[in-house]
């Protein structure tokens, strides 16, 4: 590769100051001498929910198109990246050095039209070659990497569970892995209520979990035929329960967990009603 321009290096070393800074602010964390309690009993697993939360409010800032929210919500995305190395590396598993590098030789394997000799003449191109050596990269044959199972594996790792049941319904669709009619679907979703039912009266909660999926995936299944979108349709009534509940505090005179449920339910009602819907 080409030398780097001057003004472009000194801009980078700006940038490496910046990172090792925030490393060595949370090697500090971490450390058992005079570190934060907190910091130091979290583990790779109990930070997954904090990747997730920083990762929809990144998602939510780069939305609404403000810049210093999205500025700040990725210093708070890069902050789980590097915390989780940091748990690693205390562990003696890795380090962010082994994770920059990684992704780093990681693009250049996967775009030879930059870092080598191969041409190409579309973006069309780019995606399938990308394909091509991911699946090399695991082992994975051609012919394993188009079976319906696999495509659908990949969506389990990288869309929310909704999104993912979204994505599985239509796919196993298309290839012909469907009801015949609307009221086939009903029947299915009437079949995983009962059995939902069924399973809350015993004391198995995988079970119950499990009978909970299976209803969730056929409501999934049930907006699918209706041509709805069921991630569209959740994140609508999770905004209109906040807008009503808005609501009913400001109707309020004292805090809500100083009323009783009747009295709940009738400031819910005169909230619903203010707001039309």
Request: charged share 25%.
């Amino acid at each position: 590769m080409s030398r780097v321009p001057e003004n472009v290096e000194s801009s980078l070393q700006s940038v490496v100051d910046a990172l090792q800074h925030l490393i060595e602010v949370v090697a500090k964390l971490r450390s058992p001498d005079g570190g934060c309690p907190w910091d130091l009993e979290q583990t790779q697993q109990t930070l997954i929910p904090y990747i997730i939360e920083e990762a929809y409010e990144t998602v939510h800032a780069i939305k609404s198109q403000d810049q210093n929210a999205i500025a700040e919500e990725l210093g708070d995305l890069l902050l789980q990246v590097v915390l989780q190395a940091q748990v690693a590396q205390d562990s003696g598993h890795f380090s962010l050095k082994e994770v920059a590098q990684g992704i780093a030789e990681k693009l250049i394997r996967r775009h030879p039209h930059v870092f080598g000799e191969i041409e190409v003449d579309s973006v069309e191109t780019v995606r399938e070659n990308w394909e091509k050596i991911k699946a090399q990269e695991k082992g994975i044959s051609p012919e394993e990497e188009q079976l319906l199972s696999a495509k659908l594996t990949r969506y389990t790792q990288s869309l929310t569970p909704l999104m993912a049941g979204t994505k599985i319904s239509q796919k196993a669709a298309a290839v012909g892995f469907e009801w015949e009619n609307i009221e086939g679907v009903w029947e299915k979703f009437e079949e995983e209520l009962a059995e939902f039912k069924e399973a809350l009266q015993t004391e198995d909660k995988q079970h119950q979990e499990s009978e909970l999926g299976d209803l969730f995936f056929t409501l999934i299944n049930l907006a699918r035929w209706y041509q709805l979108n069921p991630s569209d349709a959740l994140d609508g009534t999770n905004q209109r329960f906040i807008q009503r509940l808005s609501v009913m505090e400001n109707f309020a005179d004292k805090p809500l967990q100083d009323y009783t449920l009747g009295e709940l339910e009738m400031l819910w009602r005169k909230a619903k009603s203010k707001l039309n819907h």
